[in-house]
């Protein structure tokens, strides 16, 4: 039976590409690409000539429909990004589900990932961690993603763009504090490779003053765990989150109501809310 690899490649450092990820290249009938260009730069460096074709946000649905007409004859076929490991912020989902749904064998290729190579220097707790992408520009969906870093129990990682990560900082200082921790890696195995590890107050100083290059790995540290005197009466927290969804209020704006009436921290009012809103 033909088989599916997701085959993780580096993320700057080209020297980082495993030799099981080489043998599997090597082998594949084809290989799906993110962007082709970078991809037969990588295999320009590792002496390979094959047939690469793209798969992309915008040919995956079309391209899914060929990749199981190539398996169905027998060949193998290798998936990879323009970095690091498929499908975390890049395309695959849909093709990965379509050829587990045909029957066909999906096998995954581990190596480099921006997120666990973050995690792993950040001098943040590395379990439990919570990975949520790209951030969102803006509107609502950003709002809510803010607030749930804020509330997090657990370390969070995201990616963003190097253009708005002085705006994400300023952002976060506004929902977390500006005493939580932060890790901001920066260029993660090239050259230039940077961390830059302090308060959020610290790293939005830093980056307020240089220009942003490359690509950019966040970490954030947990919430910190109530007590004392941040624990809140949860019926009552509870009872008043639920009167103020029942307005129309937003989740976000619930949470800020929660915590000037109640005097709770931010952290806490937000999990309240999140509890009343259903999750």
Known sequence: MATLFVVSTPIGNLEDVTRRAVAVLE????????????????????????????????????????VLGWLDAGEDVALVSD??????????????????????????????????????????PATPFSFFGFVPRKGSE????????????????????????TRLLEDLVGVCGEERRVAVARELTKVHEEFVRGTLSD????????????????????APSPSGADVVDRAAGRALARALLDTGASPSHAA???AKRLGVARN????????????
């Open 27 to 66: 082998g594949a009938a084809r290989i799906l690409a993110e962007d082709t260009r970078r991809t037969r730069t990588l295999l320009e460096h590792l002496g390979l000539s094959k047939a690469v074709v793209s798969c992309h946000a915008h040919n995956e649905a079309a391209r899914t429909g060929e």
């Open 83 to 124: 970095a690091g490991t498929p499908l975390l912020s890049d395309p695959g989902e849909r093709l990965v589900r379509a050829v587990i749904g045909a029957g066909h064998s999906v096998v995954p290729i581990p190596g480099a990932s921006a997120v666990t190579a973050a995690l792993a220097a950040s001098g943040l």
């Open 142 to 165: 950003r709002e809510r993603l803010l607030e749930r870093i804020a509330a997090s129990l657990e370390t969070v990682v995201v990616f963003e763009a190097p253009g708005r990560l």
């Open 203 to 222: 790293a939005r100083r830093y980056y307020g003053e240089r220009r942003v290059r490359g690509e950019v790995t966040v970490g954030v540290e947990p």
């Open 256 to 258: 800020r109501e929660v």
């Open 268 to 279: 806490e009012a937000y999990a309240l809310v999140q509890e009343e809103a259903g999750g």
